[in-house]
């Protein structure tokens, strides 16, 4: 079992940034995909951004792609999300997910995801 904390959300003006991060605790020794998602009321959770198991890859959808750095600290068991220019289309629930492995197909489906953090809210004001 694995738990995962996410920590870092709040409240910020256009044009800022925030940086999350989520710290994974338990069996933590596997080689693991960690991704990002985000969600707001009645809409279902997109992706935000993957990282791959040894952190050579990291994949971003389109609507947070250049504004946004996916990061992990193997040591810590810990990912980050550094969100730049922030937008109020940026407001939302944000997920931290992972799932074991080394392959990084799929890494978009939040169904491919197994362990999922509580959600830190972000809050984008105009």
């Known amino acids: 079992q694995v738990q995962l904390v996410a920590s870092g959300g709040g409240s910020v003006q256009t044009g800022g940034s925030v940086q999350l991060s989520c710290a994974a605790s338990?069996?933590?020794?596997?080689?693991?995909?960690w991704g990002w998602f985000r969600q707001v009321p009645e809409k279902e959770r997109e992706f935000v951004a993957a990282?791959?198991?040894?952190?050579?890859?990291?994949r971003y959808s389109n609507s947070v792609k250049g504004r946004s750095t996916v990061s992990r600290d193997n040591a810590k068991s810990t990912v980050y999300l550094q969100m730049n220019n922030l937008r109020p289309e940026d407001t939302a629930d944000y997920y931290c997910?992972?799932?074991?492995?080394?392959?990084?197909?799929?890494?978009?489906?939040?169904?491919?995801?197994?362990?999922w953090g509580q959600g830190t809210r972000v809050t984008v004001a105009s």
């Open positions: 997910a992972l799932r074991r492995g080394f392959d990084f197909d799929g890494y978009d489906g939040a169904g491919q995801y197994y362990s």
């Open positions: 990282i791959s198991w040894n952190g050579v890859y990291t």
């Open positions: 338990g069996r933590t020794k596997d080689a693991f995909t």
